[in-house]
């Protein structure tokens, strides 16, 4: 059985990476698919955002990275996957992910898979932790040489190197 893991994934962070893991053991499958999403301007463009999540799964045999743009329901009848994993930090993430898995459901009743989503809850010391306030603090530390130990704790260290290298 296989999944979808969807996100803009600006940048990856420790929280996306144990979602990930932890779906692929249920699933047995995961595509972390890239949003690559025209309206929207990222710190990392598509291939960077790629690169790093690649690096992030390298020894992970049954997680590969796809990038996909358009509908989700659309992407998923493409890959033949009716299953979208989704995870949620707390109350916020609910209200933000619930229309999305009722749209994707609805937009897939008709077609030949239909789509669910399935939510796997953060770790609690993973919770706090979210692509923005990465790019928001990494935003401040790295221009004034600041100890970066707190973005170490939240993404893995190729990520690191690359916002020190975007902000500086």
Same mark, same amino acid.
């Given at each position: ?6 996100g803009s994934f600006d940048?990856?962070?420790? !929280? ?15 595509? /972390? =698919? ?20 690649? %690096? ?22 493409? $890959? !033949? ?5 989704? !995870?949620?930090? !707390?109350? %916020?993430?609910?209200? $933000?992910?619930?229309?999305? =898995? ?13 789509? %669910?989503?399935? +939510? ?14 990465v790019k928001e603090v =990494?935003?401040?530390? +790295? ?11 939240? /993404? ?8 020190? %290298?975007? +902000?500086?």
């Open positions: 059985m296989s999944a979808i893991y969807p940048p990856v962070t420790y !929280g996306h990476i144990d979602i990930a893991r932890r779906s692929a053991k249920v699933f047995g499958r995961i595509i /972390v =698919a890239v949003l690559d999403n025209p309206d929207k301007t990222p710190l990392f463009d598509i291939n960077e955002r790629m690169a790093l999540l690649r %690096e992030a799964f390298s020894q992970d045999t049954n997680i590969e990275v796809e990038s996909f743009s358009g509908l989700l329901v659309d992407y998923a009848q493409q $890959k !033949g996957i009716g299953t979208i994993v989704r !995870g949620l930090r !707390g109350s %916020e993430d609910i209200a $933000k992910e619930m229309p999305y =898995a009722i749209w994707n459901r609805k937009l897939s009743t008709e077609l030949a898979i239909p789509v %669910e989503t399935v +939510y796997f809850t953060a770790e609690p010391d993973l919770a706090h932790i979210s692509s923005s306030i =990494a935003a401040f530390v +790295y221009p004034a040489g600041m100890s970066d130990t707190e973005i170490t704790q939240a /993404v893995p260290p190729i990520v690191c190197t690359a916002l020190r %290298e975007k +902000y500086i």
